[in-house]
């Protein structure tokens, strides 16, 4: 099934820049593989034709016409589907958003539009972001190019097959729990969670507010550094962005690393993680002591406390956040009676099983007699992990763990289960509950060839070091001697 373009954003640009192919060829070109490949993978929920080819033949017009574009003008990307774009359905994998059309674009979407990408579609995913396997999507779950027999990982599931299989080089996804950087481990990509507030959240549909953050997807590290530099930044209509200069990241890809110092927490390398996966850390541990980084073994023992702990703040958020969906103003609407009634049926239809097992569960926490016994406890062991992590950075530049437990695992295998479910996240969640930016790199093959994950955590706004070792750890696991 895998079958890659080997055509990333940096060629991409440099060829429509040069007039060697037009913006418009790339766009019928992108089109044409997500038609050739979607009927099989499903990564891809909706398809923006005339969109991307208005957009397209703007920027050849341009381009003739001798104004100076942005860099990456004319290299086309895909948007997961709980990210508003004007014009464009978004449903969140849901049934109960079918026929909803954002009327205005996400803070991240007009980032996008003014740095002149061609948006090509959307991509699919968990519901509502819930799910760390593709399979709660009302749409069908989406299939991992390497294996379809086995899932591409979640909730940005979509989007990281869509890269991994060559369809686009961009495309976004949102982290929550590990939702950008677990679908990238499985799939073979580079998936990079920024600090919380470095990414503006405005449009994108709220699973859990404090812990939201759209991050990119790619194939390689420059492209994923270049497309951050296009969507993080200060946006005002989002009360928790960070009104920080970004800084050019591709600048930073190429510093020497010797004399960095980096902790390897030892409950993260510890019983449950794959043999194989452990070695292949392992390997990418060698390959940055040949450029001068320094190891030691540390301990972070609160956050293997983070599923439980992000499983109670999260489903309370989403409690509140999706009790807007009752089928009044948009979306599904059952009318049945009065109006009680009609709450229930559209929700019972429009609502899949995991949804709503994470609503009731929240309700529960948020609940009186159980806020302090689960929600606020939760919340203040929220901040003793999150200390844990800066109390590490004090000594060391940054943190490497395994981004998860095993490789992608088949269809239905933990559908059942939803325990085992929630653990694929058991080395991405402690970092989201932290705020803390953390990137998912390749870092080889298992004996059956899919691929594996490295993960690196980094001080808060600090992704240009998380780039640096990423692009020199990347160079020399590919052999091209760093």
Do not use: H, W
């Not at 920024?194 to 990119?216: N, W």
């Not at 429009?350 to 948020?366: A, D, H, P, Q, S």
């Amino acid at each position: 099934m895998l079958n890659k373009s080997n055509q990333t954003a940096k060629k991409i640009a440099r060829k429509i820049r040069n007039r060697e192919i037009t913006a418009v060829n790339i766009a019928e070109q992108t089109l044409a593989r997500i038609r050739e490949l979607n009927p099989e993978l499903n990564a891809v929920i909706n398809i923006s034709e005339d969109l991307a080819l208005r957009q397209a033949e703007a920027v050849d017009k341009d381009i003739k016409s001798g104004k100076t574009l942005p860099p990456f003008a004319g290299v086309p990307i895909l948007i997961k589907d709980n990210i508003n774009i004007k014009g464009i359905p978004c449903t969140c994998g849901s049934k109960i958003l079918k026929g909803y059309i954002p009327l205005y674009d996400a803070g991240v979407i007009g980032r996008i539009k003014n740095s002149r990408l061609i948006i090509v579609g959307t991509t699919n995913m968990d519901e509502f972001a819930m799910g760390s396997s593709n399979e709660t999507s009302a749409y069908k779950p989406v299939k991992n190019p390497y294996s379809p027999k086995r899932v591409p990982g979640g909730s940005s599931g979509g989007s990281a097959a869509a890269v991994a299989s060559g369809m686009v080089p961009f495309a976004l996804g949102s982290d929550t729990g590990g939702s950008v950087r677990q679908p990238a481990a499985f799939c073979g990509v580079v998936g990079m969670r920024p600090t919380y507030g470095l990414v503006s959240r405005y449009g994108l549909v709220a699973f859990s507010s404090s812990m939201d953050q759209i991050g990119p997807i790619t194939e390689n590290v420059e492209d994923n550094a270049a497309l951050l530099g296009i969507i993080a930044g200060f946006d005002e209509k989002d009360s928790t962005s960070i009104n920080k200069e970004v800084p050019d990241y591709i600048d930073y890809l190429q510093k020497p690393l010797k004399g960095k110092k980096v902790g390897l927490p030892r409950e993260y390398f510890g019983d449950g993680l794959n043999p194989e996966i452990r070695e292949s850390i392992e390997n990418s541990i060698e390959a940055l002591k040949d450029r001068g980084v320094e190891f030691e073994e540390i301990s972070l023992p609160n956050s293997m406390k983070c599923i439980a702990d992000y499983y109670v703040i999260a489903n309370a958020e989403a409690s509140s956040n999706l009790a807007r969906y009752d089928g009044i103003k948009y979306g599904l609407s059952i009318r049945s009676g009065d109006l009680r009634n009609s709450y229930i049926k559209t929700r019972t239809e429009g609502f899949g099983t995991e949804v709503k097992r994470r609503i009731m569960l929240g309700t529960y926490v948020l609940s009186a007699g159980y806020y302090d016994a689960y929600y606020r406890r939760a919340q203040k062991v929220r901040t003793i992990i999150r200390n844990e992590f800066i109390r590490a950075f004090a000594d060391y530049d940054l943190i490497i763990t395994p981004t998860t437990p095993t490789v992608a695992f088949k269809f239905g295998e933990k559908l059942d289960n939803p325990l085992q479910m929630y653990l694929s996240d058991i080395y991405t969640a402690s970092v989201t509950l932290a705020g803390l930016p953390a990137i998912a790199i390749p870092c080889g093959f298992n004996s059956e060839g899919l691929p594996m994950s490295i993960q690196m955590i980094a001080p808060p706004l600090m992704e240009k070091l998380l780039y640096n070792f990423a692009y020199i750890l990347e160079t020399k696991l590919d052999g091209n001697g760093g």
